[in-house]
């Protein structure tokens, strides 16, 4: 595979699906989505699918464009930024967002749900900087 900015673009578009998901569901209080398991799911799949989108677009960079390898999920955001794909301070904001997600995944019984959602309420547009960041840089490579 080469670089494929078709690609990322699909995965911008699942990112931009997922975002708007979770917006509908924010609209909910706190206490109306901790409050119903179901929708607490739908939130921490969201999350979830939103974090592993980012990982397939940067690890499409990283390999497509010979970059460092990573040495874990988290370190993508890093490569990213230290290539200018990524502003280095945003880097340094969502890269933990890793971390949250495998709590999520692997550790849920370890997961605070209030201060999940009141992370996910704080960063959730995050997203929407990653990818406008990442269309600015496709931009670039035409």
Request: net charge positive.
């Given at each position: 595979m080469t670089f494929s900015g078709a690609f990322v673009l699909e995965k911008l578009a699942e990112v931009g699906k997922y975002q708007e998901e979770l917006g509908r569901l924010l609209e909910f209080s706190d206490q109306d989505i901790l409050g119903d398991s179901g929708r607490m799911h739908i939130a921490e799949r969201l999350l979830q699918l939103l974090v592993d989108t980012t990982l397939d677009i940067n690890q499409h960079f990283i390999k497509e464009l010979n970059l460092d390898v990573a040495e874990d999920f988290q370190s993508t955001f890093y490569i990213l930024g230290r290539q200018g794909i990524l502003e280095v301070d945003f880097v340094e904001k969502i890269a933990p967002v890793v971390g949250l997600r495998n709590r999520v995944v692997h550790r849920?019984?370890?997961?605070?749900?209030?201060?999940?959602?009141?992370?996910?309420?704080?960063?959730y547009k995050d997203f929407d900087v990653y990818a406008k960041l990442i269309k600015q840089h496709l931009e670039k490579l035409k």
């Open positions: 849920y019984e370890t997961l605070d749900k209030k201060l999940f959602l009141q992370a996910l309420r704080q960063n």
